[in-house]
Antibody
């Protein structure tokens, strides 16, 4: 049974770079599927950030593309999300999820990120 | 970008009653529509994909219908555990993948 677990710093200062990790168990991420990152600001709906394919190719939500970088480490079975020059608008719960095509069928529990000085 | 609009924002329903949630796409998306349920403090959970196919383990009181631009999620007889937020999501010709703003189903 595949499981995903996000981890991150919790609190980040404005203008800094945010680094998040997603550890996948029960499936080798390089074997197949797509793997996505989604965020959810307080009181709002989910927002797709981007997806990395098992081949390593990435696809991003156009408004976010310039500051967000998704990568994968198949040896440790982990996904990574980096967000540059964060602002208060990046405050959200960040989720990683397995994708079957465009469908998010397995989600991590999420990690809360607050941007504040 | 395809915009997904959900209505109503809040739906008040008594336990045992039927709930009908709507989702509209700003352009044609065939049947490339998924529904998710989210409870407080939890991640969204996939309920329905391809507009009407229930995900693994989802009770048959949940049903989805529609195609093109108009979609419906129906909960036939609300149980206490069904009071939650529901989101629709488009996956036609992505990127991008887009979600609706959500419908909160609350106890009447």
């Amino acid at each position: 049974q595949v499981q995903l677990q996000e981890s991150g710093p919790g609190l980040v200062k404005p203008s800094e770079t945010l680094s998040l990790m997603c550890t996948v168990s029960g499936y080798s991420i390089g074997s197949g599927f797509y793997w996505g990152w989604i965020r959810q600001p307080p009181g709002k709906g989910p927002e797709w950030i981007g997806t990395i394919y098992h081949s390593g190719t990435t696809s991003y939500n156009p408004p976010l593309k310039s500051r967000f970088t998704i990568s994968m480490d198949t040896s440790n079975n982990q996904l990574s999300l980096k967000v540059g020059s964060v602002t208060a608008a990046d405050t959200a719960v960040y989720y990683c999820a397995r994708q079957e095509g465009g469908i998010f069928d397995v989600w991590g529990q999420g990690t809360v990120v607050t941007v504040s000085s | 970008e395809i915009v997904m609009t959900q209505s109503p924002a809040t739906l008040s329903v008594s336990p045992g009653e039927r709930a009908t949630l709507s989702c509209r796409a700003s352009q044609y998306i065939s049947r490339h529509l998924a529904w998710y349920q989210q409870k407080p403090g939890q991640a969204p959970r996939l309920l329905i994909y391809d507009a009407s196919t229930r995900a693994t383990g989802i009770p048959d009181r949940f049903s989805g219908s529609g195609s093109g631009t108009e979609f419906t999620l129906t909960i036939s007889s609300l149980q206490s555990e069904d009071f939650a937020l529901y989101y629709c999501q488009n996956y036609d010709n992505w990127p991008p993948l887009t979600f609706g703003g959500g419908t909160r189903v609350e106890i009447k």
